[in-house]
């Protein structure tokens, strides 16, 4: 009885995967302009949730450095997309904001990654603080400008390509949590100690990890740059982007690979439709659900649907 459960439920997990993917891929084609952007939104939270926990999710190290990368990602199509002059190509600007906030996130790891727990999260967060004020600075000294214009790019162009970040990056996750790397991973976060001692290298692994992870947040706020049209300091090194990802991921549970992925999703809904009813109370409504979760849903979301799951096996069982 308990093979014939795992077997159907090995077959209609990437059954639900694939007719998922093909309803995203053919949204634009059904759905409403509108509905299109909430995607768009929706699937950059993802992309920066699933993100931060190939990284930390093993690890157990709290990075808050996820709104520095996204930030050097739209500020990379703020110089190379302007609205006046010539431009790249928007597939190319992606794919060097991912490429510099690997090369940032490698530089920063290399000197940081020998910390650990509060220390670690502190430094990962100046980091944005930092970046943030030193483009404040050359803005305001330099260029003598506030901001910057972006070239305007199709709605439809926009959600295509965060969609395929989006399948490169579960492609990428799900590969490392299978790898020999994932269990490299995952051995530090058990016990580092032991993990160098058995032969891991430790620094290696944690570095280049971490720039994995910040290739996508990178990528993923070069994309939605182009759809804001105009950013600042503020705007992109905004520190709740380093927060949120925390936060969904807790909320959709660290113990399954789908976890991270289904809090996004609703969390980023969550705040679409809170930020639309209710703008003025909506952090308010945003800080109970989280405190809710943490009380009664300590495992997240995940935690709830396996208990679900075993309750039906149980039940199935008595019936048999």
Known sequence: MDMSLFRSRRLWIPGLALLVLVGLATLPLYGSLYMTILMTAILMYIILTVSWVIFSGPSGYL??????????????????????????PVLVVVLIAGAISFVVAVLVGALTLRLRG?????????????IKQVLIFFE???????????????????????????????LTAYFIRRSKFG??????????EAAAH??????????????????????????????????DPYIAFNPLFSF????????????????PLIGA????????VLLTKFPYYYMLIFGCVLVGTMLFMPMGLTGLIQRGWRRLIGGQHADA
């Open 140 to 170: 305001i000294s330099v260029t003598g400008t506030r901001g910057r214009f972006i070239m305007l790019v199709d709605t439809h162009t926009i959600f295509y390509i965060m969609l395929g970040i989006f399948v490169v990056l579960m």
């Open 118 to 130: 509060i220390y670690f999260a502190i430094f990962t967060f100046g980091l944005v603080e930092l």
């Open 265 to 272: 999703a609703i969390f980023a809904y969550l705040e679409e």
């Open 63 to 88: 990075s808050l450095a996820s709104a520095a990368f996204f930030g050097v990602g739209i500020y990379t199509s703020a110089i190379l997309l302007p609205t006046k002059g010539a431009v790249l």
């Open 198 to 231: 058995s032969g891991v290298n430790v620094t290696m692994v944690k570095v280049i990890t971490f720039g994995i992870s910040a290739v996508f947040m990178g990528a993923a706020g070069a994309v939605i740059a182009m759809r804001w049209t105009y950013i």
């Open 244 to 259: 949120l990802p925390v936060l969904m991921a807790i909320f959709g549970g660290l113990g399954q690979f789908y976890g």
């Open 183 to 192: 269990l490299a991973l995952r051995s530090i976060g058990e016990n580092e």
